[in-house]
């Protein structure tokens, strides 16, 4: 009955040979026609002259050295984007995996529902709320005074990194929710019975400091402070760190217990890493929160590559930046890869 | 930046030329008439359906409930054919890159009728990809077009286009927000109006409008016009400041429409007819004391387009008078055909006496249009506007 | 399995060992270890909640003038007139059919792609792991641009130009969207699929064969019943992933519209509440077809013996 081992073993061949066509075709020739065109001369009108007939390098050099700027806030707003997620993500997740009980269900369903909305729409969305007419603004502006009367956040780089944060927040999420579920409880109450307690002290001062480190972040990468720290915004910088330090150190010291900080996060750190890369990657290739909600000091490296080959048809700079893009992103991720083994992110074993 | 397409782009001419080159385009006129020229043969003259019509968004007149437009119903009762009407121009650059490559292989675009700025009209037209129009066929057009419009260097003779409408560009405001009535292009640099102030993308209107203003404070001796690429650097320097102050909200195309409701945007660079259109009680446009830009949008039949008779069909339409003056009193733009003041006095004095519409002599006067770069300086311009939107 | 946390013993242990200060502060104490995490997650879920909510509510407003940013009046005129807008109708019904249709190439091409990777061994497969994976760890904007890229070329560059005749990857339309939209789904297909095949039960196979199934019986009567669940799970995630998408089909779409290009580009000049009434009606049906499907499996699963891993 069984066929002969020779054609069996051609089988996995023939399965995967329609699916990784579509994807030589409609993804690696694709990437390999946009190297060419990131090493060419011309535009659309005049054609394009690629290699091996000219070798245009000044697109990548003139292209890193023109958006430098546009590279550091795809960084900057994606990093810390993804360092909000992982604060808000990490909790929600742990409580649903250990605290949801009858609700987890309803509780994860309710982390995936923003994706059943359109993501412009969900952008929209904000726009509506961070407005200057907006309920956000209604509240600490006109309601409890804490701003000016021209005080915006539409248009600044706190709105495009919390539309972002937003976005992605899921992305963070879902993963570090299956590896904390994956957490053998058996081992967190073996912890518990060899006294492993709370942990006030520590728990404070690493969240007391990871808060502090937080808003020092924040305030530089969000520009309410400039590096320099003049006089009037130094003040910000201590009362934020100040704020910082007291909220963290108060979620820190009664969230993080012996056994959390001893079992329970090393156990999860594999998420960790998975769920910051898939936040992280689509965070900063984004272009549309800072299109609806920046300002044009707050474009990213997504706008220019978007502006570049839908407005200005400039194919050669567009598809370099593209290239570099990507390049880096890849290179962090095999990085990463070699670090801690591919299968935990391909998904080889789940 | 190797735009080489930029080599090529050869910028449309001044108003001063236009009216200079008025009198070659009565012969040049005839000429065409006569059918003289290698000119390729149109597709056809027959005027067969459907025409298929690209243009920009609230370009068009519409009935109360918005949900047709009674031009496009009178023009499908005249010739007995359907328009495909779209509107899917949102920006000259945005719908050249998706005619280009087609065009560019001799492929038909799919459109009868495409409506384009006169820099990107002058572009498409001398790269080949635009049919002539054939004069026997838009006599109404060719009757009552402004004198003033004809005459471009790039067709001097309306052989390649006919103009849709014009608009100006100036300052836009919402009186709640700002509380009061904005007069000069310098009160878009008010501090008070910090984070709330937006401009147009490209140089064409930012860099002319904003250039009129340094003129009037003696920082450039020119007009747009006639701006080097120094003067647009002291331009770019000007606004440098204030994009980095982040007083500079945005840089946008028709955009800036959101968001003068939501009070997000309350004083802007805007084009004259969107404002009066956009529904806002409290939206005002101000033609600045420094001087008002102006701009023409033009009516192309690309190359290989299916349903040429059609599109000459609509072109004359339009120049009807009557439907003139329907257009107009809807889109507030300034429109291109002769007599349509009178046609509108006739039942609506208020409207006719509009300077959106109908801009005074005064008026008219203090209007420049967008600077005619030459090629090398278009992308130098464009990297400045390209560095001050940051992207 | 007790499901007691780390938090609930914490502070149990903690009260047992008492803590220094008053009794106030260990009540204050007390009371945080109790609620502290719950708030969290109750603010959080809010958070991710508030931009569905904004939606909903302002596709029963009334704006003044023709952008849908501020609240004005209560209406539910957009309701009763949910497709009237120029193009609104036809994006809709693109974004319609170009999901079904990739993700129905997409679901074939990905379950067999994942069978392959689960139910054999293979010189390669860990290279095939890997590059599944590359399309979902490379940014949307990227896959875009690299598809402009090609389908431009096959009208502009050599070799393709000869090749190709015009009309398949240019003019950009349908084709290409389809194309881009089955390119990006795989790669989700593939990976959710394998998930569930991979708790599954080898020996149900072996058994059938033992009885005198060939393998193609034994795939429809045994495997496919198996993983079916699983190839729902893909299909709708397929179908989700493709019906929201905006990066890559501004890239692919020329001047076609679905529902997205179209808010996209309708947003420059005005937002009607039927933006947000389609955005919602959408949502609804989402939130339907997944209680659903939940209560479906939850019927089916208890026969199925499946487990997620």
Request: net charge neutral; aromatic share 12%.
């Amino acid at each position: 009955m069984r066929k002969t081992l020779r054609s069996r073993r051609a089988i996995p061949y023939l399965l995967m040979a329609p699916g990784l066509l579509w994807l030589l075709l409609f993804f690696v020739i694709p990437n390999l026609q946009m190297l060419l065109f990131s090493l060419s001369e011309g535009t659309l009108r005049t054609g394009f002259t690629t290699p091996p007939e000219v070798f245009d390098w000044e697109n990548f050099t003139g292209g890193i050295d023109q958006f430098s700027g546009n590279f550091r806030n795809s960084i900057v707003y994606g990093g810390l984007a993804t360092i909000l997620c992982f604060l808000i993500g990490y909790p929600l997740a742990y409580s649903i995996a250990f605290k949801g009980g009858r609700w987890k269900s309803l509780l994860l369903f309710m982390v995936i529902a923003p994706f059943f909305t359109s993501f412009l729409i969900r952008t929209i969305s904000w726009k509506i709320i961070l407005g200057n007419d907006g309920p956000l603004l209604g509240l600490i502006r006109d309601g409890l005074g804490l701003v000016p009367a021209n005080f915006s956040i539409l248009g600044t780089p706190l709105a495009v990194v919390g539309g972002l944060t937003y976005q992605f927040l899921p992305f963070m999420v879902l993963p570090l929710y299956i590896s904390i579920d994956k957490v053998d409880r058996r081992l967190i109450e073996a912890a518990q019975d060899l006294y492993a307690g709370p942990w006030r002290r520590g728990g404070a001062i690493v969240g007391g400091v990871a808060g502090a480190l937080l808003l020092i972040a924040l305030q530089l990468g969000l520009g309410y402070t400039s590096a320099t720290g003049e006089a009037a915004t130094l003040t910000g910088l201590v009362v934020g760190i100040l704020i910082g330090a007291g909220v963290g150190g108060v979620v820190g010291g009664f969230l993080v217990s012996q056994s959390f900080i001893r079992v329970t996060f090393p156990l999860s750190l594999p998420g960790v890493f998975a769920a910051s890369i898939l936040t992280f990657i689509p965070a900063i290739g984004d272009y549309v929160n800072a299109q609806l909600l920046g300002s044009p000091t707050t474009q990213m490296i997504g706008n220019v590559i978007q502006g570049r080959f839908l407005t200005q048809n400039d194919y050669p700079i567009a598809a370099a930046l593209a290239f570099i893009l990507m390049a880096g992103i890849l290179l962090s991720i095999a990085l990463y890869a070699r670090l801690l083994g591919t299968e935990e992110l391909t998904g080889g074993t789940a | 930046m190797n735009d080489l397409d930029s080599l090529i782009r050869k910028a449309p001419v001044t108003r001063r030329v236009f009216i200079q080159g008025t009198t070659l385009a009565g012969v040049a006129g005839f000429l065409a008439a006569c059918g003289a020229g290698s000119s390729p043969k149109p597709t056809s003259d027959a005027i067969t359906g459907p025409l298929n019509f690209a243009n920009w968004p609230a370009y068009i007149d519409l009935t109360e409930d918005e949900s047709s437009s009674p031009t496009l119903t009178d023009f499908k009762a005249k010739y007995g054919i359907e328009v495909n009407y779209k509107e899917d121009i949102e920006a000259n650059e945005d719908f050249y890159a998706t005619l280009a490559p087609l065009l560019g292989a001799g492929l038909d675009s799919g459109w009868d009728i495409i409506v384009l700025t006169d820099y990107m009209a002058a572009r498409v037209v001398r790269a080949g990809w635009i049919e002539e129009i054939n004069a026997a066929n838009t006599p109404t057009a060719h009757a009552n077009i402004r004198d003033e419009l004809k005459g471009l260097a790039w067709d001097p003779d309306m052989k390649m286009h006919f103009p849709w409408q014009s608009g100006a560009t100036g300052v836009g405001y919402n009186l709640k927000s700002t509380g009061r009535d904005l007069t000069k292009v310098d009160d878009l640099f008010d501090p008070a109006f910090k984070g709330k102030v937006t401009m147009l993308t490209g140089y064409a209107d930012t860099f002319s409008l904003v250039g009129l203003l340094l003129k009037a404070k003696g920082d450039i001796s020119k007009l747009p016009a006639d701006m080097s690429y120094e003067d647009a650097q002291k331009v770019h320097d000007f606004i440098k400041p204030y994009v980095d102050s982040g007083h500079v909200r945005k840089f946008t195309g028709n955009e800036y429409l959101q968001d003068f409701g939501s009070g997000d945007t309350w004083a802007a660079m805007v084009w004259s007819g969107d404002l009066a259109s956009s529904g806002g009680e409290d939206d005002r446009f101000a033609f600045p004391v420094e001087g008002t830009i102006i701009w023409t949008d033009n009516m192309l039949i690309p190359k290989g387009a299916k349903h040429k008779g059609a599109a000459e069909a609509m072109i004359d339409f339009v120049y009807d008078v009557k439907n003139a003056a329907r257009l107009a009193a809807w889109i507030y733009y300034i429109s291109p055909v002769k007599g349509v003041a009178d046609e509108i006095a006739k039942t609506d004095a208020v409207l006719a006496a509009n300077e959106l519409l109908f801009p005074s002599a005064a008026t008219a006067k203090n209007m420049f249009p967008q600077p005619a770069l030459e090629d090398a300086d278009d992308i130098k311009w464009a990297d400045l506007a390209s560095n001050l939107e940051g992207a | 399995m007790s499901t007691s946390s780390a938090l609930g013993r914490s502070s149990a242990l903690g009260r047992l060992q008492g803590m220094p200060g008053g009794q106030r502060r260990n009540r204050f104490a007390a009371f945080l270890d109790r609620w502290l995490l719950k708030l969290l997650t109750v603010v959080a879920i809010g958070y991710l909640m508030l931009p569905v909510a904004v939606m909903i509510i302002f596709s029963f407003n009334k704006p003044q003038g023709k952008f849908n940013f501020v609240w004005a009046e209560f209406s539910i005129d957009a309701w009763l007139t949910p497709l009237n807008r120029p193009g609104l109708a036809d994006a809709l019904g693109t974004s319609i059919l170009v999901a079904a249709i990739a993700t129905l190439i997409a679901t074939i091409l990905g379950t067999l792609i994942a069978l392959a990777l689960v139910r054999y061994a293979f010189r390669g497969k860990n290279a095939t792991n890997l590059f599944i994976f590359i399309p979902m760890a490379t940014p949307e904007i990227v896959l875009g641009a690299s598809l402009l890229s090609i389908f431009v070329a096959t009208a502009t560059q050599e070799p393709f130009r000869s090749i190709i005749p015009p009309g398949i990857f240019f003019p950009l339309g349908l084709n290409t969207i389809i194309i881009a939209h089955v390119m990006f789904n795989i790669s989700y297909v593939v990976v959710t699929v394998k998930a569930r095949i991979q708790g599954f039960d080898r020996n149900l196979e072996e058994a059938a064969m033992d009885l005198g199934a060939n393998e193609w019986v034994t795939f429809w009567k045994v495997t496919f019943p198996l993983i079916r669940p699983g190839i729902i799970a893909a299909a709708l995630l397929a179908f989700s992933l493709s019906i929201d998408d905006f990066i890559i089909t501004n890239f692919t779409s020329g001047l076609v519209n679905t529902f997205p290009v179209w808010v996209w580009g309708t947003i420059r000049n005005n937002l009607p509440p039927q933006v947000h009434v389609i955005g919602t009606a959408i949502f609804l049906i989402a939130v339907g077809g997944v209680a659903f499907g939940t209560w479906f499996q939850s019927r089916s699963g208890k026969v199925a013996p499946i487990r997620a891993r």
